[in-house]
């Protein structure tokens, strides 16, 4: 759920905005309150919102003062601000606030903004892992399939066999009984000795394999989701889908997303110099 703080000094439209709005039906919850700048700035340090709609002229401190305490904000702003308060609106830009508000609030601009709030936080959400797992998303290594390709060292003389079948076939429908009906022996034996030179079950190593193939085509861009889950093999997008996200953590098209974001984000760096 996304955390919402109301700051807002007349009651009524704080009231309002906290108690009139189906926030849950927005995914978000409103965790707190305050009717001025200062009780703002507490109440962000001490609930850790994701977004902050605040109005801008109140007592004590303003909400444009309150902003100011955060120059690097984990959250996003929608300002609440009068026809007459242009030049406020203007600041409140370059405070790089999300968006603003023009009292008498109108619900459904409020339900459209706040949605676009919610996908930005999204986002940033999806990169912020991502970008704790690898600092560059072309190292996601789920398998490193080199290394397994050219391991000379494997107990068992057939799992090279099974390793370069499944290298071969990934993009096809196999199992393990394909490869021991070639090889003449059980699928048993076959699945024992492959998990002991591999530490891998043959349909781990194989869904590794697939979804590694996966993120290598995801990262180049040139295709979609469902073009990919065909060609590394998996017929049914869900169940594509499913499996990726078992060992991504995220969907294909959140991953789709966030290579865009980390690639933005890169070439942003580049042209500012930033580290």
Not at 48 to 64: A, E, F, S
Not at 160 to 184: F, G, H, R, T, W
Not at 194 to 207: G, S
Request: charged letters at 30%.
């Amino acid at each position: 759920m996304i955390k919402v703080l109301i700051v807002e000094d007349e009651d009524l439209i704080r009231k309002g905005l906290a108690y009139t709005i189906d926030w849950a039906k927005m995914g978000c919850m409103v965790i707190g309150e305050a009717v001025n700048g200062e009780e703002g700035i507490k109440k962000i340090e001490e609930l850790h919102p994701d977004l902050v709609l605040t109005d801008i002229k109140m007592p004590i401190k303003d909400g444009l003062q309150m902003l100011q305490n955060f120059k690097e904000r984990e959250f996003e702003v929608i300002i609440v601000t009068g026809y007459g308060e242009f030049e406020y609106a203007k600041k409140a830009i370059e405070l790089n606030v999300f968006d603003y508000l023009l009292k008498p609030i109108d619900e459904n601009k409020l339900y459209e903004v706040v949605g676009e709030v919610i996908k930005k936080i999204s986002e940033k959400e999806i990169l912020r892992k991502l970008k704790n797992t690898v600092k560059n998303i072309e190292n996601i290594k789920v398998l490193d399939t080199e290394i397994y390709c050219q391991k000379s060292s494997y107990k068992y003389k057939n799992t090279p066999v099974m390793i370069d079948y499944i290298a071969q076939n990934y993009s096809n429908k196999i199992s393990i009984e394909d490869i021991a009906e070639k090889l003449e022996v059980s699928s048993s034996y076959l699945s024992k000795k492959f998990k002991d030179d591999t530490c891998h079950t043959f349909n781990d190593f194989l869904n590794s394999y697939r979804i590694q193939k996966a993120i290598n085509l995801l990262t180049e861009g040139n295709y979609k989701v469902y073009e990919i889950a065909e060609m590394v093999g998996f017929s049914d997008y869900k169940y594509f889908s499913y499996v990726f996200k078992s060992y991504m953590h995220c969907s294909p098209m959140e991953f789709l997303k966030s290579n865009v974001l980390i690639r933005g984000a890169d070439a942003e760096n580049d042209i500012t110099g930033s580290s």
